[in-house]
């Protein structure tokens, strides 16, 4: 019997561009605890009608990405409970994309930037074969380009994003995209549908929204909504306008002394050790476990490390473009993973429907990392 290589993805971090997660992720797959034996689901039971889609990107011990592999390869885990797979690809599924970018004056001088990257989003996030919408987002949102297959009007939308004021109501725009997404077709054992894709552009911060970002998440997970997100900076924006100036920190939400999140496991929150990591721009470890906790408290606020948090939950990848990377060289990266990466459904079966799943992935290859989105939350009945 092979020794199976079980792959906790809740132990990955995401949040950095390829390099950096060669650089942070554990040395091989972790290895099953002795003694503990993969279940089998026992027949009669299924969590509802769910159909479960998870994105599952496999590195070698170079960080490359890893295309050789089949269906036989793979096994997953619903709560310990082993899941049949029901539809299985490699990149060819293609993409409903929702673009959901900050337009608000805070990022006004980046802007144009923004503006001149509608090319690189319709080529290679897109891709020949998907389609995409797109959301502008300040104090309001607005629907700025309903689902369209053309490149051309993907890229004319985006090349005249409107600057509006300086509010920023992210996890409403977000809330919006996955409302749109959850309306396109999604693959099955018997239908071929769509990836549903969310891109997110601008700064990790939230003003005036009236959905929280744990609730965003938890619809995000039932509809199978991978979140990418590229980070831009106000500080940056602000630096520009005068280089004599220095960046203000948006108002916190919580009273100073208190953290909206918990600590990455091992480690003490303070002040001190929270500024610095933030200014830096560093992803901090845990980013998965963190994703977890703000879905198992849904109306909690969080205010800081949203979009990373974001992407951790849904199995996506957030970058600070402004910090280590270009714009172009972020959207490059991110549309190879996603055109390179494999695409797992299946139906929960063999567990109870209530309450959080956790998605582990297992591999028969040592040699070989695993991220995955870490699982999904359902929500007891009439809640």
């Known amino acids: 019997m092979k020794k199976l290589a079980h792959v906790f993805v809740g132990l990955l971090a995401v949040g950095v561009l390829p390099a950096k997660l060669r650089a942070q992720a554990p040395e091989g797959p972790l290895a099953p605890q002795p003694g503990v034996q ?6 009669g039971f299924k969590v509802r ?9 496999v590195r070698n011990a ?3 990405m890893v295309h050789n592999l089949q269906a036989s390869d793979f096994q ?3 709560n310990g409970i082993q899941q049949k797979i029901t539809h299985f690809d490699l990149g060819g599924d293609p993409i409903s994309l929702v673009v959901v970018v900050e337009t608000s004056s805070r990022i006004g001088t980046i802007l144009p930037e923004i503006r001149r990257t509608g090319i690189l989003i319709s080529q290679t996030v897109m891709g ?3 389609e995409a919408a797109v959301l502008g ?8 380009q309903d689902f369209d297959a053309s490149t051309d009007t993907l890229e004319r939308t985006l090349s005249t994003l409107p600057e509006g004021d300086a509010g920023s109501r992210l996890f409403d725009a977000m809330s919006k995209a996955v409302d749109m997404l959850n309306h396109r077709p999604q693959s099955s054992a018997t239908d071929l549908g769509k990836r549903r894709v969310m891109l997110v552009v601008g700064e990790a911060h939230d003003s005036g929204s009236e959905d929280k970002l744990g609730e965003v998440l938890r619809r995000a997970q039932l509809a199978n909504v991978a979140i990418y997100a590229v980070g831009v900076s106000g500080a940056k924006a602000d630096l520009k306008r005068n280089p004599n100036d220095t960046y203000k920190r948006p108002p916190r939400a919580t009273p100073d002394g208190t953290f909206p999140t918990p600590p990455p496991p091992g480690t003490v929150q303070t002040p001190t050790t929270e500024l610095q990591q933030e200014e830096a721009g560093a992803p901090l470890a845990g980013a998965q476990a963190l994703a977890v906790w703000v879905i198992m408290h849904a109306k909690d606020k ?13 199995g996506g990848v957030h970058v600070s473009a402004w910090k280590h990377q270009t ?3 972020v959207l490059d990266e991110i549309g190879g993973e996603l055109h390179a990466q494999y695409t797992i459904t299946y139906a929960p079966t063999g567990i109870d429907g209530e309450g959080y799943h956790e998605i582990s992935v297992l591999l028969d290859r040592k040699d070989l990392t695993v991220r995955a989105r870490p699982g999904y939350y359902v929500a007891p009945p009439g809640t």
Not at 38 to 43: E, F, G, L, S, V
Not at 49 to 56: A, D, G, I
Request: no cysteine.
């Open 49 to 57: 009608s769910l159909l479960v889609n998870t994105p599952v990107t």
């Open 128 to 130: 020949p074969t998907g």
């Open 76 to 78: 997953i885990l619903d």
């Open 62 to 64: 170079s960080g490359e």
């Open 137 to 144: 987002f300040d104090s309001h949102i607005q629907a700025l």
């Open 38 to 43: 993969i279940q089998k689901a026992p027949p």
């Open 302 to 314: 969080v205010t800081s490390r949203q979009l990373e948090i974001a992407a951790a939950a849904t």
């Open 327 to 329: 714009l172009e060289k």
